[in-house]
């Protein structure tokens, strides 16, 4: 968990010789910059002697102003309605402070101000960051954009012991044949589900982890709002392609019942979904792993893995200096070449979590893919209403179509009201 809070972070290993230029004509005046939100943002820079740096350069002080997630977004509010946030600069995500913060117009869009070429190269490599954060033709990002995957990032493990022991194709095997699709998931996950002992109960199971609206759908292809032409976020919870990943999640859970909570690194489980930061406690676990990306949905173009946490920094709606304060956040968070940091952060992943030669070849092919392609499901935009009818699907009482349709008129009117669209 340690190792991966810190990769989320950009590496500082250079400045461009733009923004080095750029630096050298402005001058805060000996104004305070504050980075406000629920964690340190300039931790690594202020350890690596950056922020000093950046302070002499741009004749400024650099103070972090940190609260609990919870109570962020009403603090920039509040900043922001008594003026005290000209000079502020806040870390966002797209959960707990995004689109609140757009419901209640208190983000600048950025990019009109900055201009398209500044996001050129965050596009090319850090697309889902840049995406994660944008609403319409608005984008609010600016200076730091994670490149997927991240610390929040979920993989697929699978126990290559159990593969062999029961007689079952590798996923390798079919990753490589094209045939890594949820048909072989599933019937990988049935077979692998035993009762040894006859007591009625399973002893070994197939599945561990497995969240329907998170895993299955990501690995279908498909977001739960998306942009219309006029960059209006519109209910998608009804789409054929989210609809197939309940009617399977609930196949694999309830009919088949092939999912658990536990037991993979005991060796009682054949796959399961393990975020980035759990992937460090299986590199000394007693079990012979294996990784993969997901299985491809029948509605998927590619294959995907699942990301629910991004971080970024935006700026106030009544920013003072919005493109001297990019300028200097570019000093502090800008990789001095994009491409050879998104080649590096590649190999060190797969340096660092993958198992064997077969899911190394895979994911140094996958990750450069995923980290340009990848899309941050987009669920906080998700109404009350809409999960209680999700639930009711999951549960049986109602088709997926029959409960997701039933609440499309609410769950487009939330989502209007948190992206602040108005007809």
């Not at 072989?184 to 497995?210: C, K, S, Y």
């Not at 219309?228 to 196949?251: C, D, K, S, T």
């Not at 499901?377 to 639930?391: I, K, R």
Request: with cysteine; hydrophobic share 40%.
């Amino acid at each position: 968990m340690k190792k991966f809070h810190v990769l989320t972070l950009f590496l500082i290993v250079g400045l461009l010789f733009s923004t080095a230029a750029s630096a050298q004509n402005i001058d805060f005046g000996g104004r305070t910059i504050t980075f406000v939100g629920s964690v340190d943002k300039i931790e690594q820079q202020r350890n690596s002697g950056l922020v000093a740096q950046a302070e002499e350069l741009f004749n400024c002080k650099l103070e972090v102003l940190t609260v609990p997630a919870t109570e962020s977004v009403e603090l920039m509010v509040t900043r922001l309605i008594s003026g005290d946030s000209e000079w502020d600069v806040w870390a966002i995500d797209n959960g707990d402070s995004f689109y609140p913060l757009i419901a209640s117009d208190a983000l600048l869009p950025l990019n009109d101000i900055l201009g398209d070429e500044y996001y050129e190269l965050p596009r090319r490599y850090a697309k889902p960051a840049v995406d994660a954060f944008s609403i319409g033709d608005n984008i609010y990002v600016v200076g730091s954009f994670e490149i997927l995957p991240n610390g929040a990032t979920t993989w697929l493990v699978f126990n290559k012991d159990m593969i062999d022991a029961e007689g079952l194709p590798s996923p390798y095997d079919l990753y490589f044949d094209g045939e890594w699709n949820w048909e072989n998931f599933h019937e990988m996950a049935v077979a692998a589900t035993r009762d040894f002992d006859g007591d009625g109960e399973p002893d070994q199971w197939g599945i561990q982890g497995l969240y329907t609206w998170a895993y299955l759908v990501a690995s279908n292809g498909v977001n739960f709002f998306v942009p219309n032409e006029e960059g209006r976020l519109i209910y998608n919870w009804n789409h054929p392609a989210v609809l197939e990943a309940m009617a399977f999640g609930r196949q694999l859970a309830s009919i088949d019942k092939v999912n658990t909570t536990g037991g993979f690194t005991e060796g009682q489980t054949l796959f399961a979904f393990q975020a980035t930061w759990q992937l460090d406690g299986l590199l000394n676990a007693d079990v012979n792993w294996g990784l993969m990306p997901f299985p491809k949905g029948p509605s998927a173009e590619y294959h995907s893995m699942y990301t629910g946490f991004i971080g970024g920094l935006g700026l106030p709606m009544n920013s003072a200096a919005p493109k001297e304060i990019a300028v200097l956040l570019d000093f502090l968070f800008a990789p001095s070449s994009w491409e050879t940091y998104a080649e590096d952060r590649y190999e060190e992943l797969v340096n660092t979590y993958c198992p064997d030669i077969q899911s190394a070849r895979i994911f140094t092919e996958f990750l450069p893919l995923y980290g340009a392609q990848g899309e941050i499901l987009n669920y906080p935009l998700t109404a009350d209403e809409v999960w209680e009818a999700y639930s009711s699907a999951m549960q049986g009482e109602r088709t997926p179509a029959e409960a997701m349709n039933a609440v499309a008129q609410v769950g487009q009117a939330y989502v209007d009201d948190m992206t602040g669209w108005t007809e």
